[in-house]
């Protein structure tokens, strides 16, 4: 979720003395190479985002269990892609009302934050009473707009999307908020 790469497994022997080394290629070169912070590791997972950072590479991982005595065959993920198998999380929506009508925070997921800052856009859906959708495009610089020309004493809901221009990639929507238009 959101280029975040979490390999997980399911142990075949339930040892609780068994541990477990990860590993991790890009699609195409012959080496393997040891993730850090998951050799030896008694947990169920690993996070491989930080060596799988590349949206634009293909990756494999792999695991072993080691026993007292012996180690596990390698178990092969099936191969990935940062870009082509994330899943966007939608944006947090925030809202407030002044004298100019609805105010709409957007946030997005802070991982995407801080990654893709200057590719992501906003769809903005403001639902009005009728059920009617109107469908609002903010660009990736802006986390606020003020939503004018609205029915007084009425209420609206609302639900945002995250997309990645550069990935043609989008969230499905957020949950709906509601306020009432000043």
Not at 16 to 25: D, E
Not at 71 to 76: E, H, I, P
Not at 82 to 101: A, E, F, V, Y
Not at 123 to 137: A, D, F, L, N, T
Request: glycine share 4%.
């Amino acid at each position: 979720m959101d280029y975040r790469n979490i390999l997980h497994w399911t142990p075949s022997n339930r040892s609780s003395s068994l541990q477990y080394n990860v590993q991790w290629k890009i699609y195409g070169e012959s080496e393997w190479l040891n993730v850090d912070g998951c050799q030896g590791t008694q947990k169920l997972q690993c996070d491989l985002s930080s060596v799988t950072s590349d949206t634009r590479e293909w990756y494999y991982a792999r695991v072993s269990a080691v026993g007292t005595s012996s180690m596990s065959a390698w178990a092969l993920s099936p191969r990935f892609s940062p870009r082509w198998n994330t899943k966007i999380s939608p944006p947090t929506l925030r809202l407030s009302s002044n004298k100019q009508g609805i105010v709409v925070h957007v946030k997005p997921p802070r991982v995407l934050a801080r990654k893709m800052r200057s590719n992501l856009h906003y769809k903005i859906y403001v639902i009005r009473p009728s059920g009617e959708e109107e469908v609002i495009h903010m660009d990736c610089c802006s986390n606020k707009l003020t939503l004018t020309k609205l029915n007084h004493k009425t209420k609206y809901c609302l639900q945002a999307q995250t997309g990645i221009l550069l990935h043609a990639k989008s969230s499905a929507r957020s949950p709906v908020a509601c306020i009432t238009a000043p």
